[in-house]
């Protein structure tokens, strides 16, 4: 304490202009009026110390106490008050009511105060700080401050804050009542996209006293700030399509292998999904899911798990049946029930979370109206990545060469030397493995569950369908037209009849155009 | 021969059951201790109702080749005109006691019925609806699904999302069916009570007379000149359109007539389990209905009743006993009847008596040689 009362009168005396000291007693005993000039004394005071005994003055903490004749910070606790060193927080004492003297405040010192603080935080060193206290005094912007803001402006050196800052003296010039002045601030929020800002020029309009050019001038602004608005708001559906888009082409890529390329009506191929998102779940067992790796090891680990499941599925059942797609659905149906409820009997019939990785949680946020989540971003790039090597793999290996051979021509492929059911297999496991990443990307944005396939094997097919069988870019073009309709129609008619529309748009579809959008063009009358 | 004799066997046991409940429950006095208690009917009048969907699903994929992986939307659609029925009797003895609206309604704080639940309070035009609904949704869907040709595969896809859309439809409170609860507390029937015993019997002789009556006449239907191109267009459409048939409005008009009695099968299954939501359109309730087809033996009518009774049988006594095990049975009949059974039970049992009447007859030459 003994710091305490060298300190404060050492600062004030070399702080710009001479003052008396802080005296404590002095303060805590002022009338109100008094205590305005005390509030004028501790803003030139550029010191740690006076920001605290402002703030805690505002938070009605400050008192003065006899005892050591300073100040400290008082907290109430029950009917007694704790006592804290000013400066390091520390505990001193605990004593009822009469022992301190509590400065007192009223609605108008309050205000001051807030404006006090707020303007010395604007220069505090910490841009955070900075930013935070930007955004605070855009509340009430007070057109007293409007001097120092400026000062301000000319000398802060931060991007972001000096735009803010900006927005901040525009809206602050609003306050004014010279018209001048006025046009001024809205030149300088012309191009701000915000809800605040709107509210507040919505709010101007409504004054009596503005000058006719005034008046005009605003309203332009506001009716290009309506029309930016429901552009970026357009934007947002359409990256929340692109976003659906890309989980359906993930959850529909590896369909469009097993049922376009090969034909084969896999209805167990959610589960694979499923399969996938849980193996997410079972790597972050091991791997803490904040870190990055946990995901980075589950993609792999997802691919094979699924993978090998739809080797096994291929040779024990599916191998039965080619050449029989009702068959195969109603076995594959079968499959799927069992994978559920084996998943059901070993994790539980609760739904799991799986961790956002640190990296991937938060967004980008470009504007009030646009933003974009980071694992949302991810699960886009990552279905574009899957796409282009499912690509390479199908158009530029030997591998996809002869899986290619063998939808093309089965006889002439196996008198060429191709093994062609050990292609199958191959091929099935690719379009199973695949299924698993996309559980993996599925998991980061919703919970994973024992139904969690059965919610995507619909939709995989309308996409699959939709697209044109036997065609990867069919399914791409159907999967983001699709996830795009889907987001924009959502707006006007909620989610579910959003979901509705879609499923009826396919179905008259599939009519007028039996094959899909990118059909094969072919001789046959019928398959 | 041996399916001939099977189709009688079938027939003549659900008529059997049929007459033993009647004598038991009807004719003799309660003393004599033989009649089924209420649970009991209702378990039976429930499969047969399934039995019956299951029919309706053989008339179309068995003998037409279309499999419809949407048939429990009309047998949804059909309960659910039977349930805005039962729902209208219920007048003012809801909780909320109004005496026009349903309780979910009052709940939902709508002023008057939607226009679509006018004429309900008449049993006749419930009765109308049953089979209107569902023949004028699959009249629609076939009328354009047909005439693009879309078959197969394809097909069967489309109709999985329709009744996809359809059970999100009724997920909706604002369709003003009662949403995801359903309609349900159904108080009377014609002026009795829904769960009085008589009540009971009646209905579940009626479904087993229904499902007779099903039978006998998709059986007739097959034997006359329509049922033949049917069974022609099954096997190989295209021939039969070159030979000049209308390939499309058979298979729309069989189509009808099935999706029919699948309503009708709805109607007669909601007063006996008491409710009816938007659960029974699920996909993967139309896919079981698949199951119990191929389990019996498509293409036979009565196996489909069969495979429907049995597979219902073991679901209500795996889910009773072993609840966990259920979709695993389930999963393996599913895989087992497709890679083993491709006839399914009937015609394994057809088959193994013909290999034994073809060994029998070598046999007895080589005997005699």
């Not at chain 2, 909706?172 to 009570?193: A, C, P, Q, V």
């Amino acid at each position: 304490m003994i710091f305490f009362r060298l300190l404060v009168p050492f600062i004030l005396m070399f702080s710009a202009q001479a003052f008396p000291a802080l005296d404590g007693q002095a303060l805590a005993k002022a009338s109100f009026k008094e205590k305005m000039i005390f509030i004028e004394m501790l803003t030139m005071d550029p010191s740690d110390k006076a920001s605290k005994v402002l703030q805690y003055w505002l938070d009605g903490e400050l008192a003065y106490w006899p005892k050591i004749g300073g100040m400290v910070r008082n907290v109430k606790e029950g009917r007694k008050y704790v006592l804290k060193d000013l400066m390091t927080g520390k505990e001193l004492e605990t004593v009822v009511s009469k022992k301190i003297t509590r400065v007192k405040t009223n609605n108008r010192l309050r205000a001051e105060l807030k404006q006090v603080i707020g303007f010395r935080k604007i220069a505090s060193p910490d841009v955070e700080v900075r930013y935070a206290a930007v955004l605070e005094l855009m509340r009430q912007p007070n057109l007293e401050l409007l001097p120092k803001l400026l000062d301000r402006e000319l000398v802060e050196p931060d991007l972001s804050v000096n735009t803010n800052l900006s927005i901040l003296i525009g809206l602050t010039q609003l306050e004014s009542s010279d018209s001048f002045v006025q046009l001024e601030g809205l030149e300088r929020i012309t191009n701000v996209l915000s809800p605040e800002v709107k509210d507040v020029l919505n709010r101007f309009l409504l004054r009596g006293d503005l000058d006719r050019i005034v008046v005009d001038r605003a309203a332009e602004i506001l009716v290009d700030m309506e029309r930016q608005l429901s552009y970026w708001g357009m934007g947002q559906n359409l990256f929340y399509g692109l976003s659906l888009g890309s989980v359906l082409l993930l959850a529909a890529i590896g369909l469009a292998i097993t049922f376009g390329v090969m034909g084969v009506i896999n209805m167990a191929h959610g589960e694979f999904i499923m399969l996938g998102a849980y193996t997410a779940f079972v790597v972050q067992q091991f791997i803490p899911g904040t870190s990055i790796w946990s995901l980075i090891v589950a993609i792999p680990t997802a691919f094979l798990v699924s993978g090998f499941s739809g080797i096994i599925l291929e040779r024990s059942v599916i191998r039965h049946l080619y050449g029989r797609p009702l068959e195969t659905l109603l076995a594959t149906v079968g499959v799927s029930l069992i994978l559920q409820q084996l998943v059901r009997s070993v994790f539980g019939p609760l739904n799991q979370s799986v961790i956002t990785p640190d990296l991937l949680s938060g967004s980008l946020n470009i504007n009030a109206a646009f933003s974009m989540t980071y694992n949302r971003i991810f699960v886009i790039i990552f279905a574009i990545i899957v796409l282009i090597s499912l690509w390479c793999v199908m158009q530029r290996t030997t591998f996809g060469m002869r899986i290619r051979a063998v939808t093309m021509n089965r006889g002439m492929a196996s008198s060429m030397g191709i093994p062609t059911k050990r292609m199958d297999a191959m091929a099935f496991g690719l379009g199973s493995g695949i299924a698993g990443m996309a559980g993996v990307a599925l998991s980061q944005l919703t919970n994973v569950g024992p139904n969690l396939g059965q919610a995507y094997i619909v939709d995989s097919f309308m996409v699959v369908v939709f697209g044109g069988v036997g065609n990867l870019l069919g399914t791409v073009v159907a999967a983001f037209s699709l996830g795009v309709a889907n987001k924009i129609i959502e707006p006007f008619s909620g989610a579910v009849l959003a979901k509705i529309f879609i499923l009826v748009f396919i179905v008259l579809f599939i009519q007028k155009r039996p094959r899909g959008l990118f059909a094969l063009k072919g001789r046959s009358v019928e398959d | 021969m041996l399916l001939i004799f099977l189709r009688k066997l079938i027939l003549s046991s659900i008529a059997a059951l049929l007459m033993y409940v009647f004598i038991a429950n009807v004719v003799l006095p309660e003393s004599f201790g033989l009649a089924l208690d209420s649970y009991t009917l209702t378990i039976i009048g429930k499969y047969l109702c399934f039995a019956m969907l299951a029919v309706a699903l053989d008339l179309v994929w068995g003998y037409c080749g279309i499999l419809s992986l949407g048939h429990t939307a009309f047998f949804a659609l059909g309960g659910y005109a039977m349930g805005m029925y039962l729902m209208r009797q219920i007048g003012d003895r809801g909780t909320y006691g109004d005496s026009e609206l349903p309780d979910f309604m009052v709940f939902l704080n709508w002023d008057e019925l939607p226009w679509f639940w006018f004429g309900f309070d008449q049993f006749w035009f419930a009765v109308l609806m049953v089979f209107l609904v569902p023949g004028i949704l699959a009249f629609v869907f076939g009328w354009f699904a047909f005439r693009s040709r879309v078959s197969g595969v394809y097909l069967s896809i489309i109709t999985q999302a329709l009744t996809y859309a359809l059970m999100l439809a009724f997920f909706r409170n604002e369709m003003g069916f009662g949403g995801n609860n359903g309609l349900t507390d159904f108080k009377d029937i014609l002026g009795y009570s829904v769960s009085s015993p008589d009540v009971r019997v009646a209905l579940m002789l009626l479904s087993g007379c229904g499902l007779i009556g099903c039978l006998l006449l998709c059986m007739q239907l097959m034997k006359t000149k329509f049922g033949r191109v049917l069974i022609a267009i099954r096997d190989s459409e295209s021939r039969i359109r070159f030979l000049g048939y209308r390939v499309e409005y058979y298979k729309l008009l069989v189509f009808v007539i099935s999706a029919m009695i699948a309503g009708f099968a709805g109607a007669l299954y909601v007063p006996q389990v008491g409710i009816i939501n938007p659960g029974e359109f699920s996909p993967l309730a139309s896919i079981e209905v698949v199951v119990w087809v191929a389990l019996g033996g498509r293409g036979s009518l009565v196996g489909a009743a069969l495979g429907a009774i049995a597979v219902n049988a073991a679901k209500t006594f795996f889910t009773g006993f072993y609840p966990e095990a259920w979709l695993f049975f389930l999963g393996a009949i599913f895989v087992i009847s497709t890679l083993y059974l491709p006839k399914g039970i009937l015609g394994a049992i057809v088959d193994l008596g013909a290999k034994y009447q073809s060994t029998r007859s070598t046999s007895l030459k080589e005997s005699c040689s």
